[in-house]
């Protein structure tokens, strides 16, 4: 019984302690870089897309709301011709950026994307995309790779010997 | 009837509902005080409005009836419980001369009224035709008709001490001394009492959300569900109300505030108390509600009694 | 049957299999990278290792490559074995130290042979730390894309192109880890079959070109069992779709057609569907504007259709469907075939002669099983190249077979039986006018006039018994005739393979004596008609009148409107005749898929749906009548299946106004009443209701991606999806997630199999037929009993004559097909105009290879260069057939030809 009381009394008492509540739209949240917000496409450190059309991050969706089309410049680099996402079909799982090989698709503390008209939530490449590594800075994934696209020599990657002469029957 | 009783009805029927929409805000913004938060503040100043927009959301939504349910007692077992509430307050006190109707066997009248209140929960939880909300009904029944029982008995003390079932005559019998000061024991098993009978936390188990979904009310929506959502907050009035009249000298006070003013004090006091319980104490098993009634509560309750009548007796002799 | 142990349980199996084979057959997973069930075993990728026990005693056992032992009766072997499967993750460790890191820019990702034994095998992160081996790539022409560093070295790629398919240009170059599989320097690969290396390979070194331009993982195609509409063999494919537009074709195997392996024409040809030339809208041509809606040409038809007389001219490449519902518009006796009459004679010969049941009809299958193979004046190779690679199966297995009787060594022991085969061949006589690489194969190649290889064929009729008088023929072929007479007379199993393609119609003639009298009780002759368009069968079985009637009547009544049927009339006849024709009928409406030089004269122009857009059926040439399923449905509402319009124009004409709605099989069963010779074609594909457990199957798998993002551009709130009213198949991913039945399979996918490799789980045994295997209605039934019928009357010999040659075309696999011109790599790879000539006519001419000479045709003169061409009869000029803006020619006429002196 006594224990009750001590209970209620402490929880009386909550009424002078300071409030968790942050008042939003007037007073910023806090959030911590790996907040699972805003989905954006980051670029690599030479300034090239990072996206590689792979369709990872798609076919992880649960709500199949990624759609994209990969395509090719002239030097074999591959990079999305378009690509969607349909927030208002998101979920903000991050599967997608779980799912991406290069660190392309991330998703961002920022939350603030309400709309009036659900149309305006459908975002595209130009909307994703931004100027900047994100959450990983220093990985290009075409210096790793094994083709040749623009970015590096056969040959020349990290972790690479140089091509192999075909004609030379060397040990 | 005179005009002026019609105004005293119109009068408290006003401001019964009024508060009891009015808890809806107050509940809220205390629940959330007492857990750090701040609670609705943006509808109007200090978020007041959130009462109008909660009754328009409640007036706009569907309401619907199950196919399955019998369709009659459906509608009819919300209308009870708002009903039954609002002629108990019929017999209180609220200040000289401003009572409804000053009955002489008002306790007992309000004890048959708030007892009409389990019909609402059996009818509502029955007509449903649900299995949660048949097993909220039941339990609902079963613990109302326990606690009625402790609640009579914890106001005999009361009446044996003023020799009146009369409201008026039990504030006026405590100018000198509150009752709660020579019926501690009778206060305190009221007090539980009241909160079985309203079913709020932590005795909500006809509802219990966690349970029974939403017990006999799942079914409800719309604004039938809005009126068991009043006939809540006005129970939960009507025994702060019975409280302050027979344990805390009703509208008695220094005079420096009109009475009326001195009753609504004490009662907000006590609807703040219903709030903070709910705040901080967990919902007892089903079990254990009803061994804790029967196997404490009654002995306790008929030691008092004893006690209360042997000393009034003692009392009337010297 | 055998018995053996399996990880301890019992299982009975077929002999003659090796352990892998016997394995996946049972449906136990067991990685491996160089074996293929079309390949046979060489044991190179060490990866299918599983430990053998000497009996149920032994416990320690031994490593054994499971594709290079035999099943034994009791054998007791282990797949789950600790050492075993410690040996396989160790290998595919091994494989993968060099392996690239680019699954995200590999189009094999997602349907990886590679990536799913290394998942199948449990190895997952990479311990070795060195660098690794890199490639420089090669340009493989406009198909195949070429990323070496992915190679694992499993040889498989050499093994089907250069041993299975014979192509000479790509190899293995280089010793010991550095290793290279590719051409010796640049350039196109020759073989008409390089596409199927991208789904031989287990890994992406060779993938489409023509997919990585729009490229889709298979996991994001809609897809549905479709037909090759490229040729008449027929091939089982998967078209496969993303955002409207098709993407890419891919095998689909089928024990009894194509098998495991697709033309380059079939797979790459595809993209005519996605052409800028596309007709896209319904056009009433002289008004002020043309482009029309449905409504506004439906009442215009109504009109025309009411005071003009109809006629209507079927296509060869239309579907039985679209054919059946002109002529149910028109009737029966103003329908017409759109073909030339010659072509016309001859095809309806070749119905003629299957459908007396004299002789069975050769399924590919048949061709490959033949140990004895006559091609007579077909030249399969640019006309039928599924067939062609079917033939070179045949004589290689027949070698095969000859080594191998009396030795105790399994048929799949590939290396070991090519070595012993060395230059062994199987017999094919390859009798053309003009060679094709089918010559390097063959066990006598004659080149002759169309008439004398007739001659030739009535010589080898006459020396097999039969009443076909004798033939004076020269020395040196007469030889040639006793030794192919002799040699079809020894085996068991022979097949004949003749065809439409050099306008001749002797040569079917004779082809039919000589499997006539080849069929006896003690062998079975096996014959094949090849025809010129997918489903030329198809028109001929309908046995309409030729085009020159409809010109005909055209010309003497006054008030036709011709209905011509998805058919460019300017390729079947001449240019002078069809322009008569146009000029003559009051009207003509058109349907069709692509602008084309008939879409130029049309009044009306309809939209019609190409093969990937609608359903239908092709009769092949063997008289199989197949279904072709809808992959997608078009944005564009107006291109649909020409018997739909057509069955709305019906319906108009009759003033019927309740909408009856016909599936194929609707339309089938009217062709059935029209004309009793389709018999049976009604059953060839099932029910558009049918269902499995009240399920429709998928044309989506369940991975497909982005259905909630990939319209949302156009509106937020995604749409319906489409319904399928014609086909057990929704658009979807959702339905049956088993394995439909075979005529219904729109993608091989099982778990853990992503790769095409999957098809091991569809059929009854690997290698063998797919479980409950349809393959469509075969249309001639073969009566076992009757007595054939030959024909006696022999052409006379071919004399060469002075100043004038006898026109003949030349087919090419990229170029002579009308719609496959309009895919890129085709069209690049398709001939620039030329007329070919043998050496010592040019020298009578006194041109020389790459000058030009002047022919006339038609009052049409042609300025084309010379190829000079050994192996070309004296008296012949050849001139390549059907390229894209060329007029069709006088085939089988004499032209004059003269020199241009520069």
Known sequence: ?171 | MTTEQILIVAGVLFVLLNIAAGLIWVERRMLALWQDRLGPNRAGPLGILIVLADTLKLFFKEDWIPPFADKWVFILAPAIVVASVLMSFVIIPFAPGIVVADLNIGILFFLAMSSMGVYSIVLGGWASNNKYALLGAMRGASQMIAYEVFMGLSLMGVVMLTGSFNLGDIVAAQKNWWFVVTQPVGFVIFFIAGIAETHRLPFDIPEAESELIAGYHAEYSGMKFGMFFIGEYLGITLISAMIVTLFFGGWLGPAFLPPLAWFAIKLFFFIGLFILLRASLPRPRYDQLIAYGWKIILPIVLANLLITGAVALWLRDH | MSTIFIDNKQYTVKEGKNLLEACLTLGIDLPYFCWHPALGSVGACRQCAVKVFKDENDTRGRLVMSCMENIRDGLHLSVADKTAKAFRSQVIEWLMTNHPHDCPVCDEGGSCHLQDMTVMTGHDYRRYHFKKRTYKNQYLGPFIHHEMNRCIQCYRCVRYYHDYAGGKDLNVFAAHNHVYFGREKDGILESPFSGNLAEVCPTGVFTDKTLREHYTRKWDLTTAPSVCTHCSVGCNTIAGERYGQLRCITNRYNSQVNGYFLCDRGRFGYEFVNSANRITQPLIRSRSIEAVDEAVLMDHLRILMSTHTLIGIGSPRASVESNTALMQLVGKENFYQGINDTLGFIEKRIVEVMRSGAVQTASLQDVQQADAILVLGEDIWNTAPVMALAVRQGVMKTAAQHVLENRALPSWHDAAVRELVQQEKGFLANCTISSSPLDEISTCSVHLAPDNLARLGFAIANRLNTPVPAVLLDRDVQDQAAVIAAALQQAKRPVIISGAGCYNEALIRAAFDIAAALNTHEREVKLAYVMPESNSMGLAIMNAAGFENAVLRATRENNIAAIVLENDLYRHVPAPIADVFFNSCQHCIVFDTLNNATTQKADVLIPAATFAEGDGTLVNYEGRAQRFYQVYVPANKYIQESWKWLLKLQAVKTGNTNEQVYHPEDVLTMCQQLMPQFAGIAASAPHHDFRINGQSMPREPHRYSGRTAMLANLAVSEPKPKQDGDSPFSFTMEGYTGKPPSPLIPFFWSPGWNSIQSVNKYQQEVGGALRNENAGAALFAYKRNGAPVYFKDIPEPFIVRNEKWLLLPQWHVFGSEELSAYAKGVSELSPQPYIAMSASDADQLGVVDGSLLSIKVFEQTYELPVKTNGTIPNGVVLMPAGLTGMPVMNWNSWIQVVSIKL
């Open chain 1, 1 to 171: 019984m006594l224990s009750h009381l001590r209970t209620m009394w402490l929880v009386f008492i909550h009424l002078f302690k300071k409030k968790a509540t942050i008042e939003y739209p007037e007073e910023k949240v806090e959030l911590h870089p790996r907040y699972r917000g805003r989905i954006v496409l980051t670029k690599d450190p030479d300034g090239g897309e990072r996206c590689v059309g792979c369709y990872l991050c798609a076919v992880a969706c649960p709500v199949d709301c990624i759609a994209l089309q990969a395509t090719e410049d002239e030097n074999g680099r591959r990079y999305p011709d378009f690509f969607r996402i349909n927030f208002s079909r998101c979920i903000f799982c991050g599967y997608c950026e779980d799912a991406c090989p290069t660190y392309a698709i991330q998703l961002i503390p920022d939350f603030e994307m309400a709309e009036y008209n659900r149309q305006n939530l459908v975002f595209e490449k130009e909307d994703l995309l931004i100027d900047s590594e994100g959450k990983y800075p220093g990985y290009n994934f075409y210096r790793v790779a094994g083709l040749e696209a623009g970015v590096k020599k056969k040959g020349e990657g990290v972790n690479e010997e140089p091509p192999v002469d075909v004609h030379s029957l060397l040990p």
